[in-house]
């Protein structure tokens, strides 16, 4: 394992731990909405603050790039991407699917992402050319990794992939292709399901980069595929497909605008 990444896995574990304080009392936690529409609570602000304080301390020369309070630090080439709660949505519900990210890009490719289910006790973590990986959390830290792999065999035909949808709401911008394929409900956060194997595409239909980050390299280390709807592959604002293999997301991209059309770059595979 890099250093970078067990300084990601640190911070988004400091993180999670301080999302579960909140998350157990989330029925009195008051919320507010932000310029786009989206919901943000003093929980969201108070991870992301926890997560910059680990990444400042182990590399104080690296940017930072947050959700809630922006971006820090001087043009190094590095620059860590933080969601500290992504879903707040679900979060605020009571729902126990919601995330923190940590990701770190490297001359604009990301090189290390952690992905944490903190409610769930699960955690998910790659760093580039290393695969990726699973396990739980147990007295604050990682236990049981398992190396994890997209579906196995032949690709299907788009008509009999399945397909998970990210958020609930908002589903427009997949709308052709949800009518197309498999779409299945998600007990987990879909993009972790196709990096696991048990979806073979995962769409999220809105985001900005620190949505996509840490996830768009996991599942590129567990052998799938990421792309923006615009067909980019480095993630970036707009919407996302995830997928098993490049023949099913390139697929699936002519049903979301992209026209089938991958360009700029890759997540770093």
């Not at 729902?95 to 990301?110: C, F, H, K």
């Not at 952690?114 to 580039?128: D, F, G, I």
């Not at 595929?225 to 592959?233: C, K, L, Q, S, T």
Request: glycine share 12%; aromatic share 6%.
């Amino acid at each position: 394992m890099t250093e970078d990444l067990k300084i990601a896995q640190t911070a988004a574990l400091a993180g999670a731990e301080i999302a579960l304080q909140h998350f157990a009392a989330v029925a009195d936690l008051p919320r507010e909405l932000k310029a786009d529409g989206s919901v943000v609570t003093v929980a969201d602000r108070a991870v992301e603050t926890a997560i910059r304080a680990v990444l400042g301390e182990a590399r104080p020369d690296d940017a930072i790039l947050g959700e809630e309070h922006g971006a820090t630090g001087s043009d190094s080439g590095r620059r860590w991407i933080i969601d500290p709660i992504d879903g707040t949505a679900l979060f605020v519900e009571g729902d126990d699917r919601w995330l923190v990210l940590v990701a770190l890009e490297e001359q604009g490719a990301i090189t290390a992402g952690v992905a944490v289910v903190p409610a769930r006790s699960r955690v998910w973590w790659a760093a580039l050319g290393t695969g990726a990986y699973e396990g739980s959390l147990r007295d604050s830290g990682i236990v049981d990794p398992v190396r994890i792999s997209v579906a196995g065999g032949a690709s299907p035909a788009l008509d009999a992939a399945t397909l998970g949808v990210v958020p609930d709401w908002g589903r427009e911008p997949a709308a052709a292709l949800i009518a197309r394929a498999d779409e299945r409900p998600w007990p987990l956060h879909p993009p972790l399901l196709v990096a696991r194997g048990d979806l073979d595409l995962a769409a999220q239909t809105s985001g900005q980069i620190w949505d996509f980050a840490a996830t768009s390299l996991i599942v590129a280390e567990a052998g799938g595929v990421y792309a923006g709807f615009d067909g980019n592959e480095r993630p970036g604002p707009g919407a996302s497909i995830f997928a098993r293999s490049r023949e099913l997301r390139d697929e699936a991209l002519k049903f979301v605008g992209g026209g089938g059309t991958v360009r700029n770059g890759s997540t770093g595979r």
